[in-house]
């Protein structure tokens, strides 16, 4: 299996503009987390889903920020507007049997917000 | 408190060395614990897992468990500059009403020849 997919790898926006990152999980896995890593508050879980039902978003910052996941081989997290302190690097994971499970995490995309 | 805590560092030790990670967690009742490996500018990967109170050894690996003490830990046996990465413990635990995954701020170790 090629593991878990994301893209893009590097993303460079401005301030206003609206970002879409994208995941693909390791086929067969039913659940799927998005992080966003900095350095000031580390890894940090924003929202996952089991069986393409959202189970926890406690962890999304605020309204600017939504996730969907319109099938199993796919998720999108969406930042509309962007701003200057979502700058971090997100990171995808998925699980095969729970949110206890072991998480394999893809390359990560790294966002940049001018 | 931090739900899982681990020292920053950053922890240096020669190679050839043990060196030892430690992580103390807050819930009593957290049943899963993972050491997560990450090279810089890279993905966190899975070093090791343990579930039981005890040690678990996987080549040169230990992770062991007090969950009386709230205490988990990995050696690193004949550490080696490769080894030379930020390791996060995370805990699985019931946190602001859901169970997940909660990652420590993560140990930077760096084995100097």
């Known amino acids: 299996d090629a593991g878990v997919i994301q893209s893009p790898r590097h993303e460079v926006t401005e301030m206003g503009q609206e970002v879409t990152l994208r995941c693909k999980p390791i086929?067969?896995?039913?659940?799927l987390f998005w992080y966003r890593q900095t350095m000031m508050r580390g890894l940090e879980l924003l929202i996952y889903?089991?069986?393409?039902?959202?189970?926890?978003d406690s962890g999304m910052p605020e309204d600017r920020f939504s996730a969907k996941m319109p099938n199993a081989s796919f998720s999108t997290l969406k930042i509309q507007p962007s701003e200057p302190r979502d700058s971090a690097v997100y990171f995808c994971?998925?699980?095969?049997?729970?949110?206890?499970?072991?998480?394999?995490f893809g390359a990560g995309t790294r966002l940049s917000v001018l | 408190q931090k739900e899982v805590e681990q020292n920053s560092g950053p922890l240096s030790v020669p190679e050839g060395a043990i060196a030892s990670l430690n992580c103390t967690y807050s819930?009593?009742?957290?049943?899963?614990f993972f050491w997560y490996r990450q090279y810089s500018g890279k993905s966190p990967e899975l070093i090791m897992s343990?579930?039981?109170?005890g040690d678990k050894e996987d080549g040169r690996f230990t992770a062991q468990l007090n969950k009386a003490s709230q205490y988990v830990s990995l050696l690193i046996r004949d550490s080696q500059p490769s080894d030379s990465a930020t390791y996060l413990c995370?805990?699985?635990?019931?946190?602001?009403?859901?169970?997940?995954?909660?990652f420590g701020a993560g140990t930077r170790l760096a084995v100097h020849p």
């Open positions: 994971a998925s699980s095969q049997q729970g949110a206890g499970d072991i998480q394999y």
């Open positions: 086929s067969g896995h039913d659940y």
């Open positions: 889903f089991n069986n393409n039902v959202p189970i926890d």
């Open positions: 819930d009593r009742v957290s049943q899963s």
């Open positions: 343990i579930y039981s109170n």
């Open positions: 995370a805990v699985f635990m019931f946190s602001g009403g859901y169970n997940k995954l909660i």
